[in-house]
C-alpha cells in the first residue's frame, strides 16, 4: 500500500474534550431522568417544565413574542433561540408555521447549544410530552447532531423552513451569527445555574442581532436579566408566568419590521457550483435564470465527496467541516444520487497522518464518522455520488447561450453575449463558470487541469483515496485524477490516462492489470491561490461562486445557501469568521 505502517497509535476517533479534562463544547450532556422529567445532570435542572413542556413553549415563547401574528404578510421571518435542548421549542414552532405560514413565507432557524443531548434522549423526551408533531420530531430526530461541534444545517422543505443548529457556546456563536432575529427565545437553564447564558454582555449582543420591532420572551424574570434586557435597547415587561412561576418577560424592539424586496437573479454556469446556487435561491422564492454553454468540470461519471483533512486555520477547519456534513446530508436526501457511503484514504505522504490525528480530534466530526486504523482513514460518511442525477434534481432549464460580458446600467446588471447583444437584465449576477469566471468577474482563479480514467469493470474494494482515487460508477470504475497545475486544456490525452493506471497499480496492482480497455475523460477546475473558495460579492450586482479546486461536490450546496441568503437580504448560516475566508 502506502509502505510498511510507521505509526503504532490504535484506531482512534475524535475525543471530545480538550488535553485539560474539562467539558468541550459539542461534547454530548450529561442527563437523567426524575419522576418522567429529563434533567441536567451538569446544570442541576429540567429541560422542560414539569407543569408541561408543550404548554409552556406556547405561553412563554409563542405567545411571549406575539406568534403567529408577527409572521402574518411576512416572506421571510427569523427566529433564533438561547438553549435549544431538546428542540422543544423549535418543534412548536414549526407546527405554528406549518400551521399559519404566509403564502410563499420562509422560516430562519438560529439555535444555539454548547452540550447537545444524545438522540436517544432526545427521542425518549419527545415521546414523554404530549403533542409533539410526529413528522418534525421524526424528521429533527433523523438529523440530530451525533457529536461534532460547529453548524448543523436541517432543511424543512415541505413547509419553507430551515434550521441553524449551532453546537457552540453561547457568546461566539451569536457574536458571529449573520442574522437579525424577529423573535428571540431565551430558553437557557436558570440564570443561578447557568449564569454566562444570561450575562448583559451576551444579551446586548442579542439586542444588536435583533431586527427593528423584533422580541424576545423568557420566563426569567431576574433582575439582572431585565436590567440587561432594558439597557441593551429593549422595551421589558413581566406578564404572568405559566406553571408555578408567578412571571415571565416579554421584551420589544423599537421600529417596524420590513422585508427586503426580492431580487432577480441570473446565474451562469449549470455545473455543480450552478445546481446548487439554482437550488438555493429557489429554497428562498426566487427562480433564478441559467445560462451556461460549453464543457464544465462537473461532467464526469461520479464524484467524491469526502472532507477535507484538518489544517492550521481552526476556521478553515470548521467551514469545510460544516460544508461536508450539509452536502452529504442533501444528497442522501436525493433518490438515486448516491452511487456508494464510504471511503477509505491511504496516508501515504509525510503530512497526512499528523493531520488525520488532528481531524479525529478536531471534535468538528461526529464519532463515528471517522476511524484512523494506523495508516488508513476511514471516512464512513463520505459519498460517491452521481453528478448527473444531482444538477438534474436541482437546476432549471438552462439557457444555452455563452455570456461573454456583464455592466452596470440604471442600477441593474446586463448580460451581453458574444455579439454584444443584452441577453438579461437582473438585480443580481451570479458567476459560477468555473476556470472562465476569471474573464467575467474580477476574481483571480488558476486553471488546474484533471483527467479521470473510466474502465467497464465492476469495482472489487471500497472506494479509496490516497492522492490518485478509484470508486465505482454506475457502469463501472472511475480512477483519478491528474493534477496539472496552469494547464487549461481539455483535450484528453493517452498518456494522462497511463499516469492514473500506474497511480492505480502502485496501490493495486491486481486491480489494475484487471482494467481492459480505458477511457478518459478531461477538465479544468478552478482554484484560488489563497487556498480557499470564493463565495461573494464581486463588484455591485456581480457576485461569484467559484475557486471550489476538486472539492465542489462537498463545498457547494452550502455556500450556495450562504451566498443567496446575503443576495436576498436573510440570515446566513456560516458564522461571520468563516466567511470572511471566502473573498476573492
Known amino acids: 500500500m502506502c509502505g510498511a505502517p510507521t505509526d503504532s497509535d490504535p484506531a482512534i476517533g475524535p475525543a471530545l474534550g480538550p488535553d485539560t479534562g474539562e467539558p468541550a463544547t459539542g461534547t454530548t450532556a450529561e442527563t437523567g431522568w426524575q419522576d418522567g422529567h429529563l434533567v441536567s445532570r451538569r446544570f442541576h435542572d429540567v429541560y422542560f417544565s414539569r407543569a408541561g413542556g408543550l404548554d409552556e413553549t406556547r405561553a412563554v415563547f409563542l405567545a411571549g413574542c406575539g406568534l403567529p401574528d408577527a409572521w402574518t404578510g411576512r416572506r421571510h421571518f427569523t427566529v433564533a433561540e438561547l438553549g435549544f435542548g431538546t428542540g422543544l421549542n423549535m418543534l412548536a414552532l414549526l407546527d405554528l408555521w406549518g400551521r399559519y405560514r404566509p403564502a ?25 410530552i404530549d403533542g409533539v408533531n410526529p413528522a418534525y420530531s421524526a424528521h429533527l430526530l433523523a438529523h440530530w447532531p451525533r457529536g461534532a461541534r460547529g453548524l448543523h444545517r436541517i432543511a424543512f422543505p415541505a413547509i419553507g423552513a430551515t434550521l441553524d443548529l449551532m453546537i457552540a ?27 454566562a447564558m444570561w450575562s448583559a454582555a451576551l444579551l446586548a449582543d442579542v439586542a444588536r442581532k435583533t431586527a427593528p420591532g423584533g422580541r424576545a420572551a423568557t420566563y426569567s424574570v431576574a433582575g439582572h436579566v431585565r436590567r440587561a434586557l432594558g439597557a441593551a435597547g429593549f422595551a421589558v415587561e413581566r406578564r404572568p408566568g405559566f406553571g408555578g412561576k408567578r412571571q415571565r418577560l416579554e421584551a420589544r424592539m423599537p421600529g417596524t419590521a420590513t422585508d427586503p424586496p426580492l431580487p432577480t437573479v441570473a446565474i451562469i454556469g449549470a455545473g455543480i457550483a450552478g445546481a446548487s446556487l439554482a437550488r438555493a435561491f429557489s429554497a428562498l422564492g426566487i427562480e433564478a435564470r441559467v445560462f451556461a454553454c460549453g464543457p464544465m468540470a462537473s461532467a464526469n461519471p461520479a464524484a467524491l465527496v469526502t472532507p477535507r483533512l484538518a489544517a492550521a486555520s481552526a476556521d478553515a477547519a470548521a467551514l469545510h467541516a460544516a460544508c461536508f456534513r450539509h452536502a452529504v446530508q442533501l444528497y442522501q436526501g436525493l433518490p438515486r444520487a448516491v452511487i456508494a457511503t464510504g471511503v477509505e484514504r491511504l496516508l501515504c505522504r509525510d503530512d497526512d497522518l499528523p493531520r488525520a490525528r488532528a481531524t479525529c480530534r478536531s471534535g468538528l466530526f461526529n464519532p463515528d464518522a471517522l476511524l484512523l486504523d494506523q495508516r488508513t482513514l476511514h471516512l464512513f460518511d463520505a459519498l460517491v455520488v452521481d453528478p448527473a442525477v444531482i444538477r ?11 455570456i461573454a460580458r456583464l455592466t452596470r446600467e440604471r442600477r441593474q446588471t446586463l448580460l451581453h453575449d ?68 496552469d494547464d487549461n486544456s481539455w483535450e484528453v490525452r493517452t498518456t494522462d490516462n497511463d499516469r492514473n493506471v500506474a497511480a492505480l497499480s502502485s496501490q493495486f496492482p491486481d486491480l489494475a492489470a484487471r482494467l481492459g480497455p480505458v477511457q478518459g475523460v478531461a477538465g479544468v477546475r478552478a482554484g484560488t491561490f489563497h487556498n480557499q473558495p470564493v463565495a461573494g460579492r464581486i463588484a455591485r450586482g456581480i457576485h461569484a461562486l467559484t475557486g471550489l479546486g476538486g472539492h465542489g461536490f462537498a463545498l457547494a450546496p452550502l455556500l450556495a445557501e450562504q451566498l443567496a441568503a446575503s443576495i436576498v437580504g436573510v440570515a446566513a448560516p456560516l458564522p461571520s469568521a468563516q466567511g470572511r475566508l471566502l473573498g476573492s
Open 418 to 485: 458574444a455579439a454584444g447583444e443584452v441577453v438579461a437584465s437582473v438585480d443580481a449576477v451570479v458567476v459560477a463558470a468555473g476556470i472562465a469566471s476569471t474573464a467575467l468577474a474580477d476574481v483571480r482563479l488558476r486553471p488546474v487541469r484533471g483527467q479521470v480514467t473510466l474502465a467497464a469493470i465492476a469495482p472489487e474494494r471500497p472506494p479509496t483515496s490516497w492522492g490518485a482515487y478509484v470508486a465505482p460508477t454506475r457502469h463501472g470504475l472511475i480512477i483519478g485524477a491528474t493534477h496539472d497545475r
Open 104 to 128: 410563499g413565507g420562509h422560516l430562519h432557524l438560529f439555535s444555539i447549544e454548547a452540550f447537545p443531548l444524545s438522540a436517544a434522549d432526545a427521542a425518549a423526551a419527545h415521546q414523554a
Open 392 to 402: 438534474a434534481s436541482w437546476l432549471p432549464d438552462v439557457t444555452p447561450r455563452a
Open 169 to 195: 457556546d453561547a457568546a461566539p456563536a451569536v457574536a458571529g451569527w449573520q442574522g437579525k432575529a424577529d423573535a428571540w427565545f431565551l430558553d437557557g437553564f436558570a440564570p443561578a445555574k447557568n449564569p
